[in-house]
């Protein structure tokens, strides 16, 4: 039978054996292999042919039956659905129709329709197979925790139960998951230091999407926006797709710095808790100061508070929105970039009037994020998982913050970086014959995967000599001889660069 083609290939040592056995028929059946008309081979007679045991191929078998691809005939054995048949029939008939359409193509000019062109924007980049490189200085990845993954495997299956399965299985509509809104109410707020209602929180698909959601209700051709400069790359585009006129605002060691620049924004967006991109943490008078200047010049402060919870050197600093009297804070958080970045959820803590808008736009978009998710994540944090994980990575990435300002100052002595009191990379500046870009080209060819820092400037001119070391991802032991190959790469650089 045709079905056997199917089967030449040796099975892969990393799928079950009985899922890569039902992919195999699976693909059979919708691509017209299987006759529906005869039967399937028997249990015995299949296990033979593919070398598995007749059980594995029984219980592919009943899955198949109870999945529609195949119905049981008594004494007969299991043939193809019927259905099936004729539903290949029609994409075939489909198929014919659009040969049939004949004549010369004229293809679509999407340029001309396009309103927005994202491509063009500067982005960030960073390689897809970053793990292959021996000393990943990669800011935004992290590293494996087993005990976290164990952990939220256990949360998921028990999201899965009866007992939740009602809460996640219907279209919630323009709702959130009431279990995961309790626990950003009492668990996370509270750690940044203000509370809220539960019609003062959406849930979004990160931090991102909750700039982008804002963005989206608040902006249009001509909105006022001030940002970090240098600063988060991506809440640059998206303002910058909206129309918006940004206004750059200079930053320090403090944090985005209150100048007369401030004055006729409509809104001002920050990252008190670690600038991004230098990591920086704006200390209590400037974050007094920044609101003051809100409430007399009229604009609101858009607080994306993404990594809060990772500060090694003191006190955990309260959120901008803690110190808020008039609502005019909008307060941005990710539940899921310290624990798994892939996951994408966070959420936006704001005035009720703002947060109803906020929910009628993400129900346009994408309705909710998803339910299943959000329950995973509620359990996750209820059991004590995420606080137990933030503890763990705490105390692993300080270890690695001390390595890293250690090496650097031992290492790369001709480069300055920022000090900060946490966080998850360091802001290096190179000797100023030195362009990041091209050490980190050369870096690269040798393994070290770095950041270049210029993409974080709005200014047409930015300092060349910047570069971010992500140090999240990277095993401790790796930091050392990571850092002795980038200086040596940096030296050479150097000395090309006075040649």
């Known amino acids: 039978m045709m079905i056997e083609h199917y089967f030449d290939a040796p099975f892969s040592t990393d799928k079950r054996l009985q899922q890569q056995i039902q992919e195999r028929l699976v693909e059979a059946i919708l691509a017209g292999g299987v006759s529906a008309h005869e039967p399937l081979p028997s249990t015995r007679s299949m296990a033979e042919r593919i070398k598995v045991s007749r059980n594995t191929v029984s ?176 809440a640059r585009n998206i303002f910058a797709a909206h129309g918006c006129q940004l206004g750059p605002q200079p930053v320090d060691s403090n944090g985005i710095r209150i100048t007369s620049a401030l004055k006729g924004l409509d809104y001002v967006y920050v990252t008190p808790g670690h600038h991004s991109p230098t990591n920086v943490t704006m200390g209590l008078q400037r974050r007094l100061s920044l609101l003051k200047a809100a409430e007399e010049q009229d604009f609101l402060v ?86 137990a994980h933030i503890r763990r990575q705490r105390e692993s990435l300080a270890s690695k913050w001390k390595t890293m300002l250690r090496e650097i100052g031992r290492q790369l002595p001709d480069c300055d970086v920022t000090m900060t009191t946490g966080g998850s990379a360091l802001w290096l500046s190179l000797p100023r014959d030195v362009e990041a870009r091209e050490v980190a080209r050369r870096a690269a060819a040798r393994g070290v995967l770095v950041e270049p820092g210029d993409v974080h400037y709005l200014s047409a001119s930015p300092p060349r000599n910047r570069m971010r070391l992500g140090f999240a991802a990277i095993a401790e032991d790796r930091i050392a001889p990571g850092l002795a190959v980038l200086g040596e790469v940096i030296r050479e650089s150097r000395g090309r660069a006075t040649a």
Not at 133 to 161: E, K, L, M, N
Not at 324 to 331: E, L, M, N, T, Y
């Open 302 to 387: 858009i607080e994306d508070d993404y990594e809060h919870e990772l500060n090694f050197v003191g006190a955990q600093r309260p959120a901008l929105k803690s110190f808020d009297r008039s609502g005019r804070v909008i307060h941005l958080g990710s539940l899921s970039k310290p624990v798994f970045p892939g996951l994408r959820l966070g959420f936006i803590a704001a005035a009720e009037p703002l947060i109803r808008e906020l929910r009628a736009l993400r129900r346009l978009m994408y309705r909710h994020a998803s339910a299943l998710d959000q329950r995973a994540m509620a359990v996750f944090l209820a059991e004590g998982h995420y606080d």
């Open 59 to 234: 219980l592919v078998y009943e899955r198949l039956a109870e999945d529609g691809y195949l119905r049981p005939v008594s004494r007969r054995g299991y043939f193809v659905d019927e259905r099936y048949v004729r539903e290949q029939l029609a994409i075939r008939i489909n198929e014919n129709a659009r040969h049939a359409l004949g004549g010369e193509r004229r293809e679509v000019d999407f340029e001309r329709r396009m309103k927005v062109r994202p491509s063009a924007q500067a982005n960030i980049t960073k390689p897809a197979n970053w793990r292959d490189f021996p000393f990943p200085f990669v800011y935004g990845q992290t590293a494996v925790d087993r005990i976290s993954v164990s952990r939220w495997r256990d949360a998921v299956r028990i999201a899965g139960t009866s007992d939740h399965a009602p809460f996640w299985m219907n279209d919630l509509i323009d709702n959130d998951d009431p279990m995961l809104i309790e626990q950003i109410i009492r668990r996370a707020l509270p750690q940044r230091g203000f509370r809220a209602e539960p019609e003062n929180i959406l849930v979004t698909i990160g931090a991102q999407n909750a700039v982008y959601l804002i963005a989206s209700l608040l902006c249009e051709e001509g909105t006022r926006v001030g940002l970090e400069e240098p600063g988060y790359v991506d």
